[in-house]
């Protein structure tokens, strides 16, 4: 999360008006109860093959990140060393990924800034390194949104310029490395229990005794705002504030290089959560809208395609094609934006008119 920019923030246009949703031709033609049974369905997958799993597995992968650090920190090599980031890379793949679903817990208990808050400034990871505070996890725990969760632990396993070794940790930075990964796990435990301990129910039974959801049309919206939300927060921020200062510091992921994976992953998720898929296929709003307007469907997915397309079109890392790929850049932010629109002008007023 851009400390300038919440995602909570990034999410609503107001609604545009419902005349935009469908065209005559393609109005919803069904009230009945096989309409509400599908409904039913999208929101029971998206609950709890979608989100909940997705949280179940970035937990996972928490602890893996957290058994990579500890024989990192047990023996520095360089082998270790490309084992911990490795797992850094797939816990973040998971996360950027969830983004595109980033409500209930994780934005109401403020588990998001505390893992994901960017950019992270290393003079003042410094500081703390050259400190004598114990940097365990209650202290960890205790730091400002930007001194901790992923990127300080990136930073201390790329180092600065990304071209860290294993013999260059200092025991003071495994130290700190081995309190950032603890609360990380502990966030990630958080999440993932908010959703299974009932978070899930509350978005599966929208309009049937939930009480975040009293109808399932406010589940649906909720759905589509943080679809266009990570959208619009990729093209207008990751992308756009960086690029408009032409200012490195500025981006997602500097020290590993991972920024364009980053956005890739978060416009990946939104795909997901409208297909219904993570690991496995189900439900999604993919199912409500083919049923109701084949042409909005493909306008989505082509959408989709191109924004994929033109973020994958950036051949070097983000910090330097903000510079020396200004065109690949700029056309990324274009379609990633286009697909933003898409969603909050066409398919939220869709849902909206034919959910109750």
């Known amino acids: 999360m851009n400390t300038a920019i919440k995602k909570s923030l990034a999410v609503v246009i107001p609604l545009t008006l419902l005349s935009l949703s469908c065209s005559k031709n393609n109005n919803p033609a069904d009230n009945g109860s096989d309409k509400v049974t599908l409904q039913t369905e999208v929101l029971t997958n998206i609950?709890?093959?979608?989100?909940?799993?997705s949280y179940e597995?970035?937990?996972?992968k928490a602890l893996e990140l957290q058994t990579a650090v500890t024989a990192l920190n047990k023996t520095s090599t360089d082998a270790n060393l490309a084992t911990a980031r490795e797992k850094w890379k797939?816990?973040?793949?998971?996360?950027?990924?969830s983004e595109a679903w980033l409500f209930g817990p994780v934005d109401s208990e403020s588990i998001d800034p505390r893992i994901d808050t960017w950019p992270v400034e290393f003079n003042s990871l410094d500081a703390i390194l050259n400190g004598t505070d114990n940097l365990n996890e209650a202290y960890v725990d205790g730091l400002e949104e930007s001194l901790k969760g992923f990127h300080p632990i990136e930073y201390l396993l790329w180092g600065q310029n990304g071209n860290k070794t294993g013999a260059q940790l200092k025991d003071r930075e495994k130290e700190f490395l081995a309190g950032l990964t603890q609360n990380l796990v502990k966030l990630s435990k958080e999440a993932r229990d908010q959703w299974t301990g009932g978070y899930k129910d509350q978005l599966a039974k929208a309009g049937n005794g939930s009480t975040a959801f009293t109808t399932q049309q406010a589940a649906f919206v909720q759905i589509a705002d943080a679809m266009a939300g990570i959208a619009g927060e990729v093209g207008d921020a990751k992308m756009k504030e960086p690029f408009d200062a032409q200012n490195p510091n500025l981006e997602e992921s500097p020290f590993a290089k991972n920024s364009i994976t980053d956005f890739t992953n978060n416009i990946q998720g939104v795909l997901a959560i409208y297909q219904g898929r993570f690991t496995t296929?189900?439900?999604?709003?993919?199912?409500?809208?083919?049923?109701?307007n084949l042409s909005l469907d493909a306008e989505i997915k082509s959408k989709h395609a191109a924004a994929i397309a033109a973020l994958q079109a950036i051949d070097k890392p983000f910090g330097e094609a903000i510079i020396s790929e200004q065109s690949k850049v700029q056309n990324a932010m274009t379609k990633v934006g286009e697909l933003a629109t898409?969603?909050?002008?066409?398919?939220?007023p869709f849902l909206v008119q034919y959910t109750k």
């Open 90 to 97: 797939a816990m973040r793949t998971t996360w950027e990924q």
């Open 342 to 348: 898409v969603i909050d002008e066409k398919l939220k």
């Open 281 to 292: 296929d189900g439900k999604g709003l993919e199912d409500i809208v083919r049923a109701n």
């Open 57 to 60: 597995d970035m937990y996972a």
């Open 47 to 53: 609950a709890n093959n979608v989100c909940t799993v």
